[in-house]
């Protein structure tokens, strides 16, 4: 089968003063269609040029991209693209700003039926009542769900996220993970997503990319994640095999951040031989300065909800309701 | 919350102009006696205040008509202005290369004082209103074209990056995303425009003799009834004070875009 993406032998260098300095050598990756992967990886590791090649709003120097069967030469309609910052134009209400896409797919619908389009992805992200809202008015997880909306509205094959929840509190943040995990459910796309929180990409991911610090990047380790989408945050958290796969993320980013040159081995799909069961304080304290991690979510999974109230909800979003 | 009334806001600038009168007074008395006090000044000139449109030639009309002319001029220089400055600051934002090579170009035209213009524009024009317009506008069009370089130059890579992934047209990125990102920056180089063309009529009505308070300040000095510059000077300080303040409501409406 063709996968929905192929990143092959990617390189990216930049010409600086002291000669070309290599970010990313030797990226392979292929991403089956109606897979979600996730790279994972230490900030300025190089994880967001990959991401950006594959958006078109960078070139490669080494290697290509092929979506869908077609090489990567710029921004391409084909792909839905979300930023971290959300980057509505606030000049634009929700409903403009999702048009923009619509437009540039459906040129030929007549406007009424452009407008009842966007109002249905706004629906899709739980948007219903703020279509006449401008991005100042509207919460920050609001803004995001916007621009999941808005890369949705060109229904492309694939979806790529650039961290984009990093910039969320928690519990803002967990609404919009199962929203976009119920979307890709139903929708069924290939998603290729930046980030850098272990357990989102654990919720979500099919499969975690791990990347090799810089300079000269590239995939370390690719660990499955063995729970069948879609995924209750509070049923996997229980299972013994997350902490498998969790401790594998961390030990292998926790190895990187104390800049051991030593190569990993690759153990795809093979959780665990060198997990440790328990961290020491010491441990934990480096792992939440480097994932950006912390035992604030750890609370969160002690006092779960009641099986029947609904998640919370940020106060500008309970609003909307 | 209750408004409540500042007192200190309504008795310091009266203070202020109480101050500034006692100062002519005191100067008329004493310094140079040929400049009339405020009271004087305001005797020989409450006809053209109180009767602000009567015309009784084309040289001695009522002080709002005066400012009717005026402000007509300044309307049209200043049109022109933004016009050839709006477009020409997105050229010098958009393109390096462009900029390199005109950014000398403007820095020395920059400078030039209207009175070193207007020769220049009868030379061109023959004519002293065309003339006119044409100072208005090459002294008033920098701070748009600085400005609008400027924000062209600062719109956030997020939003050109939007317009990349989503392949709009050059002129959909233009309308969509450039203008609108810019206006603020477009708004603040008109209100400074504006504060330059109207500093720029007296000049050119002086020098061209055309009716309006700039020209009517001239004639009447030219006829020794000084009254009526000081009348002039302080018709033209706030009608300048009331654009200025009128520009900047404009401008704040675009701030939040």
């Known amino acids: 089968m063709i996968p929905a993406l192929e990143i092959s032998q990617l390189g990216k260098s930049y010409d600086s003063p002291q000669g070309p300095a290599e970010i990313v050598k030797d990226f392979n990756l292929k991403v089956a269609e109606g897979e979600f992967v996730c790279i994972i990886g230490h900030s300025g590791c190089g994880k967001s040029t990959v991401l950006s090649i594959a958006m078109g709003l960078n070139e490669a120097s080494r290697g290509g991209i092929i979506i869908a069967g077609r090489e990567v030469v710029g921004p391409g309609l084909d792909r839905g693209v979300v930023f971290q910052s959300s980057a509505l134009l606030p000049w634009l209400s929700a409903r403009e700003n999702i048009l923009l896409a619509i437009d540039q797919v459906n040129p030929r619908m007549t406007l009424k039926v452009r407008r009842l389009l966007a109002d249905k992805f706004l629906n899709a992200v739980g948007l219903d009542g703020a279509a006449d809202s401008y991005p100042d008015e509207m919460s920050a997880g609001m803004r995001q769900r916007v621009g999941i909306a808005r890369a949705l509205a060109l229904e492309p094959k694939v979806l790529l996220l650039d961290e984009p929840f990093s910039l969320l509190d928690v519990v803002t943040r967990m609404e919009l993970q199962d929203q976009l995990m119920e979307l890709c459910a139903k929708e069924h796309k290939t998603v290729l997503m930046v980030t850098h929180d272990v357990d989102e990409a654990i919720l979500l991911a099919d499969r975690i990319v791990m990347m090799t610090n810089g300079p000269a990047a590239t995939v370390g380790e690719i660990v499955s994640v063995p729970f069948e989408r879609p995924r209750d945050r509070l049923g996997i958290a229980e299972d013994p095999r997350y902490h498998q796969v969790r401790s594998q993320l961390l030990g292998f980013l926790e190895a990187r951040a104390h800049g051991s040159a030593t190569a990993v081995p690759v153990v795809a799909s093979q959780p665990a031989k060198t997990a440790k069961p328990k961290l020491t304080s010491e441990e934990l304290f480096m792992i939440e300065k480097y994932t950006g991690f912390n035992r604030f979510r750890g609370k969160f999974r002690r006092q779960p909800a009641p099986a029947n109230s609904p998640a919370p909800l940020s106060r500008a979003e309970a609003k909307l309701v | ?257």
């Open chain 2, 1 to 257: 919350m209750e408004k409540r009334f500042d007192s200190a806001a309504v008795i310091l600038p009266l203070l202020g102009i109480g101050l500034m009168l006692f100062i002519w007074t005191a100067i008329s008395l004493k310094v140079a006696p040929d400049l009339p006090s405020p009271l004087k000044t305001w005797q020989e000139s409450k006809q053209y205040i109180l009767d602000p449109f009567f015309k009784d030639g084309e040289m001695n009309q009522g002080i709002l008509r005066f400012a009717f002319l005026s402000l007509v001029r300044v309307a049209k220089g200043f049109t022109l202005a933004i016009a050839i400055g709006t477009p020409l600051g997105f050229l010098l934002g958009l393109s390096p290369k462009f900029n390199q090579g005109f950014d000398p170009v403007i820095q020395v035209l920059r400078p030039i004082s209207p009175l070193a213009w207007l020769p220049l524009g009868l030379v061109i024009f023959k004519q002293s209103e065309p003339a006119a317009l044409f100072t208005i506008a090459i002294c008033a069009m920098w701070p748009t074209v600085i400005n609008t370089a400027m924000g062209v130059r600062s719109i956030g890579t997020e939003y050109l990056n939007v317009g990349r992934v989503l392949k709009l047209s050059p002129m959909k990125t233009l309308t969509k995303i450039m203008i609108p990102a810019t206006l603020p920056y477009m708004f603040t180089g008109y209100r400074l425009s504006l504060g330059m063309a109207w500093l720029v009529i007296v000049a050119a009505e002086m020098l061209t003799g055309s009716p309006g308070l700039g020209g009517f300040l001239w004639q009447e000095y030219n006829s020794l009834v000084y009254s009526h510059i000081l009348l002039s000077v302080l018709a033209i300080g706030l009608i300048g004070f009331a654009l200025d303040r009128l520009m900047g409501v404009v401008e704040r409406r675009f701030k939040t875009a």
